[in-house]
């Protein structure tokens, strides 16, 4: 089917124009005028297509251009090149393959494709682009063994390389996040599928699932921030797709926030609450450590200054909030 076809269809064709030209388009066009080296087409966007003698369909060899093509003749073409900023267009009067470098992407379903040959190291498909794509042997999922011709039903576009003029494929459904598209700092959707003293793991639709560690969640346990089944927004801290790893993070509120915040409260408290709460705690431990508590989590001075830098903050933020409504009384 043609892009205008299918624009036509969704019922959303815009008005053609040399913007609206896209490769491999069906058009319908009317010779303007005929040379030797091929014909001039009115497309209906301002600006003639080249048709070259050698993408004239013919059944014959054609001696003379003009013996096949009349000026005023209607005929059907597609868009072979597209330069908007010159003005030019190349066109074909032979049907396009379906792909091209421009729209053949990883990730890209492919279904009913067949066999173009079968060699050593894998298997050339035909999948109407610009050359035959290699799905390698080990990435075959099929019973008994390929010829040429045979039909697969469903292949995945793995790699797109038009410099090295390379194009991928697999049998095997890939992840819908592959290792490419994660980067670090990336806020991204998933659900925990498991919670344990260490981590929490997380499902993000990569090939390995991502992991909320417990390390970075100051005293609390994974347990205090998550439970199997929420859904939740990440940020991704460490990627590694060699040695498969994927680090996440709870994006908003401070991690220790977080649990103080939603764990074990009928109604949810400010973050400004959770960081009082956090620094009361600290304190508590840093003294019950320092009278030799055996029982008594270990807190390091570092931690326990900033529990009192906290306290501090909050004590001046309330009262500069309190004198500001004292303030505002006494305007009224």
């Keep these: 089917m043609s892009d205008q076809a299918a624009a036509e269809l969704n019922g959303a064709q815009a008005p ?3 913007q609206t030209l896209k490769p491999r388009m069906e058009l319908k066009g009317k010779i303007s005028k005929v040379e030797l080296a091929g014909a001039r087409v009115d497309v209906g966007v301002g600006t003639d297509g080249m048709l070259h003698i050698s993408d004239v369909l013919s059944e014959e ?14 005929i059907i073409v597609y868009v072979r090149r597209l330069d908007v900023a010159t003005k030019r267009i190349g066109l074909t009067m032979y049907k396009p393959p379906l792909f091209g470098w421009d729209n053949l992407e990883p990730g890209l379903v ?3 494709v067949k066999v173009a040959s079968v060699t050593k190291f894998g298997v050339f498909v035909d999948v ?3 050359k035959d794509a290699l799905l390698p042997h080990e990435l075959v999922k099929f019973d008994g063994k390929l010829r040429q011709g045979d039909a697969l039903e469903t ?5 797109v390389d038009e410099e090295r003029n390379r194009i991928g494929l697999t049998m095997f459904q890939p992840p819908d996040l592959p290792w490419e598209k994660i980067k670090r700092g990336d806020v991204i959707k998933g659900r925990v599928t498991k919670v344990d003293t260490r981590a929490a793991y997380i499902e993000v639709g990569a090939e390995t699932e991502g992991q909320i560690r417990s390390t970075g969640m100051g005293f609390g346990q994974p347990s205090d921030f998550v439970e199997v089944g929420e859904e939740l927004e990440v940020r991704v801290t460490r990627v590694d797709a060699q040695r498969k790893i994927l680090d996440l993070a709870l994006t ?3 991690a220790e926030d977080y649990s103080l915040s939603s764990a074990n409260e009928e109604t949810p408290i400010s973050p400004m609450e959770a960081a009082l709460k956090r620094a009361q705690r600290n304190q508590r431990v840093a003294a019950a450590a320092a009278s030799g508590t055996p029982t008594a989590p270990s807190v390091s001075k570092k931690q326990a200054a900033q529990a009192e830098a906290i306290k501090r903050t909050l004590a001046h933020m309330a009262a500069v909030k309190q004198a ?3 303030l505002t009384k006494k305007d009224a």
């Design 110 to 112: 492919l279904h009913n």
């Design 16 to 18: 053609l124009s040399l």
């Design 324 to 326: 500001e409504a004292a």
């Design 61 to 74: 060899p054609i001696t003379r251009l003009a013996d096949v093509l009349k000026e005023g003749q209607e």
């Design 155 to 159: 292949v995945w576009v793995t790699q």
């Design 252 to 254: 908003g509120m401070n």
């Design 128 to 130: 109407s682009g610009p």
